[in-house]
């Protein structure tokens, strides 16, 4: 081909190639029918080789100015001539078709993205790929003239795949730029531990797309990993069973691979937990900017879940009684007014049960604050012991309690209420703090229900302070339902 020509026709590669294109395959889908079209060829195919693995893997082929998705491998012993000719020359005929075809090496450097070469600290690296252009005709092979135009235009399609990896790599950047804003928003503001690993999954899996994101959340006082939560790629967020017999080793980068990493969660020393993004299903790599991103990301993840954490136990010391460790008032009438808004909208019942320990101001005053503070304990740990889990007792303030009882009668009630007068008499204060004397100890109780006695909240405790005070008046030490003296 004359120089002017071969100029010429560079320049039309070189123009047609100048837009942006968002990806490899985009450039290589747009690049390929050109040069079928340059070299008047039938067919072109274009590989991806791993010069370390002796396998080239067909990506996309281009028939007829179309271009077209194709999954093959083919194997080839990369030490023998033929290969090493190709490596050298840029070009070699195929030693096994029987027509004519051709091997053109591909050559740039772009982003250097591989786990597994992340300790190099390398910002580049090479890369190689393969077409193969073919003519069916046997009587058509490839001239020397043709060849050396072949390997000028994967010159230029080779720098044009270098610029096209370097956006993009500056887009994936950019991108996981954004989503570190928006994670450490959801950071910032989702201060329920639940609330935010939801939130982290959800986005995380948004911004990578892996296969599958799992955390792991160790136990605060045993360090077994106790907790599991995962998001896949259809979006759906999941709980995890986990036992106590998976092992914070896992949590070790040596376990990592170019499809799967774990990234440990810790904050000043102390385990929180792991993370672990995997591709076993796809069988993509990870790449080295992900791995950079995602170790920044768990710093600020295991801060989140320390200071959620935190939070949650702020809020559950500020909610319950020092002394007694029974809910207080405030936390109480929240749990109250979710329980009224519940049973309206599903017409449900609930009862209250107000109760306070007979004479305790005298046994105080006789005994000291000591005692009446055991005794206090004491009558606490029976109401808590006593009831079940959906139950909320309270210190409503000084010995006086209050208990809401979800889904739960009158008549249900008064056998709750007996069995704390039976249990709170057969406790046993030390003798010590009350002067070698043994001192017994009982309760009165007052019961109003949901929405028999009334449907609005001080009414209700107004009937349930009416039966504890008819309690009261008529000897103390047992129990009453507001329904069974409301006529009195």
Known sequence: METNKRTALLYSFYQALS??????????SHAMPLIENYIGADRVFYYDWEEKKSVLSLKIMSEGLKSYSLQEDIFIDKDS????????????????LDYPAVYVLLKWRGPENSIKTMKTGKMMSSSLGVLRVERIKKNAPFTQDEKEVLIDLARELSSRINLTEVDMYHSAQLKRAEAMNKLTTVFATSLRLSDSLKEILLNI???FRFDRTSLYLSDTKTNEIAEGYSVDLSGEFKTLE????????LADEASNSDI????????QGKNLGFMCFDNVLSRTPIKKEEVLSLKQFSQQIALAIDNARLFEKVQELSNYDDLTGLALRRFFKENLAQEVYRSKRFNLMFSIILLDIDYFKKINDTYGHLFGDAALKAVSNVIKSSLRQTDVPCRYGGDEMVILLPRT????AKHIAARLLKRVKEIEIPSDLSGGKVVKLTISQGISVYPTDSDDVNDLFKCADDALYHVKQGGRGFYTLYEEIKKK
């Open 260 to 267: 799967r990493l774990i990234i440990p969660l810790s904050v």
């Open 409 to 412: 009668s009158g008549e249900e």
């Open 242 to 249: 986990v036992g106590v017999n998976i092992k914070n080793e």
């Open 19 to 28: 837009e942006h294109f968002g990806d490899m395959y985009s450039l290589l």
């Open 81 to 96: 001539p033929e290969i090493i000719k190709l490596l050298q020359d840029g070009i070699m005929d195929s030693p096994t």
């Open 205 to 207: 899996q948004d911004t």
